[in-house]
């Protein structure tokens, strides 16, 4: 099963990236994800079978995260501006989600799980298939405004992921809650 461990965002967080989606250039072939998706993925685990998953649960419920206040915190892409393949909006304070997406990591290397190299704090809002100008795209995308909505992260999640052709569809596995 294909599987990743994530940070839910409130329904009102993903309404407001919902109507940031809406506002992305017109000029492109868009996939947008589905608002109640958005998530913050902490890692992504890929296809693990049944045993795997259980050992992942049970690590990740060794784990004691404090809640705290996030926002929305602007937008960028991947890889690059020349070569966009997906449009994210990050989430403040870095520093936060950082910390632990680097305690999940060095946790699941106990369980053989490769350390991500490189790990950026997003939301994916959507996939891309076609851009006509990715200069101007990515400058009426860096001109986009976010309603200044602060919210409590207190949960962390492993899901599990379909790939069907209408999009993914997400199964909760296990559910931690933050003090």
Not at 36 to 59: P, R
Not at 69 to 84: E, L, R, W, Y
Not at 114 to 141: C, G, M, P, Y
Request: aromatic share 8%.
């Amino acid at each position: 099963m294909r599987c990743f461990i994530c940070i839910d965002l409130p329904k009102e967080v993903q309404n407001e990236l919902s109507k940031v989606q809406n506002a992305l250039p017109e000029d492109s072939k868009l996939i947008l994800i589905k608002p109640k998706d958005i998530h913050l993925t902490i890692k992504f685990l890929g296809e693990i079978d049944e045993d795997k998953a259980e050992k992942v649960k049970e690590l990740l419920k060794k784990l004691n995260f404090l809640k705290f206040k996030a926002k929305i915190g602007g937008t960028g892409v991947f890889p690059t501006p020349s070569f966009i393949r997906v449009i994210w909006a990050g989430l403040e304070p870095k520093e936060e989600f950082s910390k632990i997406q680097d305690i999940v990591d060095k946790l699941l290397s106990l369980e053989n799980f490769s350390a991500d190299k490189e790990w950026t704090n997003h939301a994916t809002l959507a996939r891309v298939k076609f851009i006509q100008d990715k200069r101007i795209f990515t400058e009426k995308l860096k001109q986009l405004k976010f309603k200044p909505i602060e919210f409590t992260v207190d949960n962390l999640k492993l899901k599990k992921s379909t790939l069907t052709p209408e999009g993914p569809v997400y199964e909760e596995l296990l559910s931690l809650k933050f003090n």
